[in-house]
């Protein structure tokens, strides 16, 4: 049974940067798209940025400042999350996509992770 496990959130003040980790289990991730979503308080969970065999895509709210990658051999993706502001403070979540479409579409695959909470402040 395909598990995902968020981990790397934290604290960081305005500027700084953190790195995520979606571990799988139970999968291989081997060339699946994924993505990587987050929810802010009283906000909808939405699409942030996801891989497949295509060019990674980035919302708007954090390109040029977040990059998406993957470690096929830990069954790992990485969110790596550089420049940091407030509005970015959310709990963030991975999960699979379904294949064939492109990753944006943002339709899942299973079930979510428990997350990890990414709080920006000074």
């Known amino acids: 049974q395909l598990q995902f496990v968020e981990s790397g959130g934290g604290l960081v003040q305005p500027g700084g940067s953190l790195r995520l980790s979606c571990a799988a289990s139970g999968f291989s991730l081997d060339n699946y798209p994924i993505g990587w979503f987050r929810q802010a308080p009283g906000k909808e969970r939405e699409g942030i940025s996801c891989?497949?065999?295509?060019?990674?895509y980035y919302a708007d709210s954090v390109k040029g400042r977040f990059t998406i990658s993957r470690d096929n051999a830990k069954n790992t993706v990485y969110l790596q999350m550089n420049s940091l502001e407030p509005e970015d403070t959310a709990t963030y979540y991975c999960?699979?996509?379904?294949?064939?479409?492109?990753?944006?579409?943002?339709?899942?695959?299973?079930?979510w992770g428990q997350g990890t909470q990414v709080t920006v402040s000074s």
């Open positions: 999960a699979l996509l379904k294949p064939g479409y492109v990753c944006y579409s943002w339709w899942i695959v299973g079930s």
């Open positions: 891989i497949s065999n295509s060019a990674p």
